[in-house]
Each structure stands twice: as C-alpha cells, then as structure tokens.
C-alpha cells in the first residue's frame, strides 16, 4: 500500500473526502517527525515507537575499489513495532 491508497482506504472506511483524508494523514506524519526531532521518541500505545537511534562512525568499503571510506556518525529514524501490531502481523 503506497500513500495514495491509504488516503483512500482512510476517505472510504470513514466517509470522509479524500481531500479531509490526506489532510489529516499528512499533519500525523508531521507530527511524528516533528516529535521524535524534538523528543527523540514517539509512542503511539499497541502500534509502536518512533525514535531517533545514534549510528556509531564506521569504516566502510567501495565496492568497486576496495578502498576504505569513513562513514561519520548520524543520527538516523528507526521504527519499533508494539506487541498488538506484531501479532497482527504473526500467522496462526
């Protein structure tokens, strides 16, 4: 499912346009980005746990060459799934 589809799915499953959907899908994510910028965490309770997670420099190399390139440190998104949305997931 893209982004397109969810607004969609959203506009269709509430009765709402899909204007008012997109609208209200793109503030969400603004908010989330903006909170774990801010906080470095975002915790939505049975969904999961946006975070911003610290990335250690490293050696790393091309892999045409062979080289070694420095890789700095960097902070970087990561998304960790809460337990309802986990076993949503799981089969059986």
Do not use: Y
């Amino acid at each position: 499912m893209n982004k397109g589809e969810l607004i969609e799915a959203v506009a269709r499953n509430t009765g709402e346009s899909k204007a008012l959907a997109e609208k209200l899908i793109n503030e969400t994510l603004d908010t989330i980005v903006d909170g774990v910028v801010a906080s470095g965490r975002v915790q939505i309770t049975g969904f999961g746990t946006f975070e911003a997670r610290d990335r250690a420099a490293r050696t790393a190399r091309n892999p045409q060459t062979g080289a070694p390139i420095h890789v700095p440190a960097t902070r970087v998104p990561a998304f960790k799934a809460g337990k309802s949305f986990k076993d949503a997931v799981k089969p059986g």
